[in-house]
């Protein structure tokens, strides 16, 4: 009887406490701004604490730091030369003591310096350096780190190096009624006039466009660029847009390509087309040649007048961003891929045709 009655009590209060949560059910609302409660005064505790410690530690620090000041002052000169007296003793053999003043203007490692010279790219400079080919102040130096500047004497192949400090690369997208020359004695307009804004350095064009003609021109005081860029040896490539009086035959179109017989020799494009089928008075070709208004020439030989003529490309520059008679800096990747990609040519050049460009060279 007992254990009836305490089982019923039992399930009486298990009833009572399921259901309980449905009977006093509270918004899930409310629930939520408790906990968001919660949570904002953990992060006030928390914090409160972090303030108080950092201002304990400032304080610790400070104390510190006045203290080291104070022996500092009045050990200093004991300091320094107990300093001076170490350095001097610890000296590699091979290195002058230091005399205090400022290191040379300029400096770099040799083979950035070899780069800089114009020479080559830096790390066939670092091999040049380990082939032990270069000297710096008469003698060999095999680090490509070892550190120079501007007053040490650095050889190779028996001439001085220098660094060109100030080159600049401009790229001009020229006009038309503009020739490519410094002076005029006619009064015409020079592409300088299109760059006076540019820079106070004496450039030059490499290589020419003729009045009518108008698109990429590199302007530069880089000597060796140019020479290398404008050498037949060196067969940099230009891609011209031509705007013919008539369309273009596919008769003469096979005659420039197979090659044509000017006044001044055999010339031959190494591709031609039309940039738009519906027009084939408008003429895409690439050519080599570096020879004076030979893409006028060509067309002019088989009968053709040239309207317009617009040069797209020069070795690997575009005009691509730049506006008719307007200029830009030329960056630091692409003076590298100017730079180095003749000798990239040369290198895969066959031997034979090799041996054929350098007797052309010293023919020329």
Request: net charge positive; with cysteine.
């Amino acid at each position: 009887m007992i254990y009836y009655e305490f089982r019923i009590a039992q399930l009486r209060h298990m009833k009572q406490h399921t259901f309980d949560k449905f009977i006093n059910k509270e918004k899930g609302s409310k629930k939520k701004e408790a906990i968001r409660q919660e949570k904002r005064k953990w992060k006030a505790e928390r914090n409160k604490k972090y303030e108080e410690r950092n201002t304990k530690h400032e304080a610790q620090n400070t104390n510190k730091e006045t203290v080291n000041s104070k022996s500092n002052i009045k050990d200093y000169s004991t300091q320094r030369l107990k300093l001076n007296t170490q350095q001097t003793k610890y000296l590699a053999p091979n290195k002058k003591p230091e005399t205090g003043n400022a290191k040379p203007e300029g400096e770099m490692p040799l083979n950035k310096f070899v780069a800089h010279a114009g020479i080559c790219s830096r790390r066939e400079a670092a091999e040049l350096i380990k082939q032990g080919k270069i000297k710096v102040n008469n003698d060999f130096v095999y680090e490509p780190g070892f550190k120079v500047s501007s007053t040490d004497k650095i050889i190779f192949n028996n001439k001085q190096l220098h660094t060109q400090q100030n080159l600049v690369y401009i790229l001009l997208n020229k006009s038309k009624d503009y020739i490519t020359t410094a002076k005029d004695t006619h009064g015409r307009k020079t592409v300088f006039e299109l760059i006076q804004a540019a820079t106070d350095e004496r450039v030059y064009p490499v290589g020419r466009l003729d009045r009518n003609t108008t698109g990429v021109l590199l302007l530069t005081n880089d000597g060796e660029l140019t020479q290398k860029l404008t050498h037949p040896s060196f067969e940099v490539k230009k891609i011209y847009e031509a705007k013919l009086d008539k369309p273009l035959t596919k008769k003469d179109m096979d005659a420039i390509i197979n090659g044509l017989t000017l006044e001044d020799g055999f010339i031959t494009a190494d591709t031609i087309g039309y940039p738009d089928v519906k027009d084939r008075s408008v003429i895409g070709i690439e050519i080599h040649s570096g020879r004076n208004r030979i893409v006028r020439r060509i067309f002019e030989h088989l009968g053709y007048d040239v309207k317009n003529l617009d040069r797209v490309l020069f070795a690997n520059l575009t005009k691509k961003n730049v506006e008719r008679g307007k200029w830009r800096f030329l960056n630091d990747k692409e003076v590298r891929l100017l730079k180095y990609m003749n000798q990239s040519f040369v290198k895969k050049v066959s031997e034979p045709e090799l041996k054929r460009l350098k007797d052309k060279q010293d023919l020329s």
